[in-house]
């Protein structure tokens, strides 16, 4: 099943490399680093990033932390460069001094823990919305399958975790970011997956053409040998990308009729997850026992709770405006809906038509109301509340039997939550306790 290809330059014992963010990749990356012989660095510009038995354990390591402003400096004679998820590549620029011969390589951590893996194939799954549901059933098919898989990347484990744990498992299935695909060079999955694109991260990227290159970059590297996987509606955009690779174009389908996943979107990512999983050799009897005994996942159209005859359903990760889009049409009841947080573009009045039509109240909570008031204003009640406690209270106070209280904020988080799994987090206990 293995096949070999061309992999970028690894760091050289004694080599500087700088590791910007002390994340859970980044710390990922710093300990690879150091496993490989490398003076590492890591800053972060939070000073509080670490906790003391973290701070001992690089310490233990040799690796030099600074904590504080990032300055030109701390970049000097690096090698090469590993940036937190979340720095844009182009804020680095200003700390390495510009294009010369000298100038380090800047790589995502997948891209330097792609470097040191033993030619296990990888199933990599992007896509604005329905990458980590996509992933984690590709995963549960190829499980089905009998194969040992590693389920990891942006889903929650740094794919150089599970190249230090020593494992060698038959699938390695990654879900990754266009912040992830913009700083790889060499990385080359069997087959990759992208499920769509929509306005997103536009507060990140410099426009959509810049982040429509780094979802395309999943295929780049890709050969006649290898699978690319897209969704219908992206044929006419793919044509600028020169793929290589053997083509499949997923739409929505009833492959999966045993399915306990809401929503037509749902429909799609199974298959999409089905025609990656049989390149592995999956059989379609397997791929449907996985997509039966598969569970949604939390803070994905998850059901909380019924009460009095009101379903309350908790969708954080619908963080963009696409993905409420997909949320409105999951549901043939009346909604009662949540939506506010840190706006990250995309076209509110877009969906004019699906909230007059389903839509009988907006609570709004938390930043960005004035996106929301000017899009809907006339198309459904709108009141705003301070805190998602208040507008919960508030729907639930109006609720009538047969409808849906939907939290589908089409906004990141970092408003009033650290992320969007404690704000769903939070939006259950609530529910909880109501009375």
Avoid at 132 to 146: F, I
Avoid at 162 to 177: F, N, P, Q, T
Avoid at 225 to 230: I, N
Wanted: hydrophobic content about 45%; charged content about 25%; glycine content about 8%.
């Amino acid at each position: 099943m293995a096949l070999e290809k061309t992999r970028g330059r690894r760091i050289q014992i004694g080599e500087l490399a700088v590791v910007v963010g002390a994340g859970r990749s980044g710390l990922a990356a710093a300990r690879l680093l150091s496993r490989e012989g490398a003076r590492v660095r890591l800053l972060d510009r939070n000073t509080a990033a670490l906790s003391p038995e973290q701070a001992a354990s690089l310490q233990k390591l040799g690796v030099d932390v600074q904590l504080g402003e990032h300055s030109p400096e701390q970049f000097e004679h690096a090698a090469i460069v590993v940036p937190s998820p979340g720095m844009p590549v182009a804020k680095l620029a200003q700390y390495l001094g510009g294009a010369c011969e000298d100038a380090p390589e800047v790589l995502a951590e997948m891209e330097l823990a792609w470097r040191y893996l033993n030619d296990e194939p990888v199933l990599a799954v992007t896509g604005t919305s329905g990458k980590t549901t996509t992933a984690s059933l590709a995963a549960a098919m190829l499980q089905a399958q009998g194969y040992t898989v590693f389920l990891g990347g942006n889903i929650g484990t740094p794919l150089s975790e599970y190249v230090l744990s020593g494992r060698k498992a038959d699938v390695l299935v990654l879900e990754i970011s266009s912040f992830q695909l913009q700083a790889c060079s060499t990385f080359c999955p069997r087959a990759g997956v992208l499920l769509n694109i929509t306005p997103n991260h536009l507060d990140y990227h410099k426009d959509m053409a810049e982040y429509t290159e780094a979802k395309f970059r999943l295929f780049r590297c890709q050969d006649e040998g290898d699978l690319a996987v897209l969704g219908a509606d992206l044929q006419e955009l793919a044509r600028g990308f020169n793929l290589r690779a053997r083509q499949v174009w997923v739409r929505e389908s009833e492959r999966f009729p045993q399915s306990g996943l809401l929503g037509a979107h749902n429909k799609f990512n199974e298959e999409a997850a089905w025609q990656a999983c049989r390149f592995f050799g999956v059989s379609e009897a397997n791929a449907a026992r996985a997509v039966a005994r598969f569970k949604p996942l939390p803070h994905r159209l998850e059901l909380v709770r019924e009460r009095g005859g009101v379903l309350y359903v908790n969708d954080s990760k619908c963080t963009t405006v696409s993905s409420l889009k997909v949320a409105l049409q999951a549901f043939d009841r009346p909604l009662r809906l949540l939506c506010g947080g840190k706006f990250k573009g995309g076209d509110l009045a877009a969906l004019g038509g699906l909230v007059r039509e389903r839509v009988r109240e907006v609570a709004l909570f938390g930043a960005s109301r004035e996106h929301f008031e000017k899009a809907w204003r006339d198309l459904a009640p709108l009141r705003w509340h301070p805190t998602l406690e208040e507008a919960v209270r508030a729907l639930a106070a109006s609720a009538k039997e047969g409808d849906v209280v939907l939290l589908a904020p089409a906004t990141s988080s970092f408003d009033l939550y650290d992320n969007y799994m404690a704000r769903g987090d939070d939006f259950k206990r609530i529910v909880s306790e109501l009375a």
